[in-house]
């Protein structure tokens, strides 16, 4: 049975040319041995929200930080100095922006308020049928929180941006992301006659710069400052309200761009999207679409153990 995740249904819609290279091409699809730094960010960001959630240290988090971006780090052959500094800042952007979170959403971490948070980095697999097969759809819900009194149900989601335009906002609740969440979270734990809310966090880190002959702890301690003196500057939230209607209406839209791949599938007609290959940087498989998968090319990729590398195999 074919299984999908939030991932790969956002890097189909992003671009099919790039849902193949990722999930389909030698089997699992492949991936770039040294990951994008802002791939690495997101990652870390959401994982460290997590342990924010389960009250583990600010120091904790901060290790795990400089460990995570220190091995992807590791894992590029021929660094340039341009992207090892890329990386260390990035990982000081992060540090920062979690050290910010915590003291933003601190009631809420520290449960003192009426939304009693369930459980975080909730794993979810459930079955969608179709009129042309089923398919396995598996994710990880980031926060699960309710409040009983008003019998309601809450996912965050959380997201680590460099720019928050109004339609990126709008776009982000309607991406197959979005969908794959609120499904997820619908056959997964909710009670009959509950509501459920989807919270979106939206952590902006972009813009900031080492300045010219400031060190990396200097750097740091000034963002640092500058999160907690300007929050409103880098923490958005927006409460998206969901029936059962917009439920069905999202498993529609997921039906049909489910059937949409497997007819790519099919015929193995990945088209390209140029469009995507610029945008939030520049897509790591350019050189790949534009040189092909010559030995030079594929030496700065590895292929995937698994499709969804991103869920734990125990889970997936
Ligand atoms: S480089 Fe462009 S066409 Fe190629 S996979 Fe990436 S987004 Fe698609």
């Known amino acids: 049975m074919d299984s999908y995740t939030q991932s790969s249904l956002v890097a189909h819609a992003e671009c099919p040319q790039k849902y193949h290279w990722s999930y389909e091409y030698n089997g699992n699809g492949i991936t770039p041995i040294l ?18 959630y389960r009250s583990l240290s600010m120091n904790a988090v901060s290790n795990m930080v400089a460990k995570v971006f220190g091995e992807a780090l590791a894992k590029g052959r021929h660094v340039s100095p341009d992207t090892i500094q890329q990386f ?12 910010g979170y915590q003291r933003r959403y ?16 909730v794993p ?14 598996t994710g990880v819900i980031d ?18 941006l460099s720019q928050i335009s109004r339609t990126f906002q709008e776009d982000v609740e309607f991406s197959p992301q979005t969908d794959h969440y609120l499904i997820g979270a619908f056959e997964s734990f909710m009670r009959s006659g509950w509501e459920l809310r989807v919270i979106v966090n939206y952590i902006r880190k ?10 990396y702890r200097q750097f740091l301690e000034r ?22 209607g917009s439920i069905l209406e999202a498993k529609r839209r997921m039906i049909a761009q489910i059937s949409m791949l497997q007819y790519q ?23 790949l679409c534009n040189y092909g998968d010559r030995p030079g090319v594929m030496a700065n990729f590895r292929n995937k153990t698994s499709r969804h590398e991103e869920i734990p195999e125990t889970e997936g």
């Open 124 to 137: 979810y697999k459930w079955q969608l049928e179709t009129k042309r097969g089923t398919y396995e759809m």
């Open 35 to 52: 990951p994008a730094h802002y791939l690495v960010s997101g990652d870390v960001g959401h994982r460290g929200v997590a342990m924010l």
């Open 265 to 287: 599938k099919r015929t193995n007609y990945w088209y390209k999207n140029g469009r995507a290959c610029n945008a939030k940087g520049r897509c790591w498989f350019f050189d």
């Open 206 to 215: 972009s813009g900031l710069r080492l300045k010219r002959g400031e060190g």
């Open 223 to 244: 963002i640092r400052e500058d999160y907690l003196q300007r929050p409103e500057h880098y923490f958005h939230r927006r409460i998206v309200r969901k029936t059962p």
């Open 106 to 121: 601190i009631k809420e971490i520290k449960g003192r308020t009426v939304v009693k948070i369930i459980g975080n980095e």
């Open 143 to 160: 926060v699960h929180a309710e409040n009983r009194r008003k019998r309601r149900a809450y996912i965050f989601e959380t997201k680590f």
């Open 88 to 99: 260390r800042t990035q990982q000081e952007v992060i540090r920062a922006a979690l050290y």
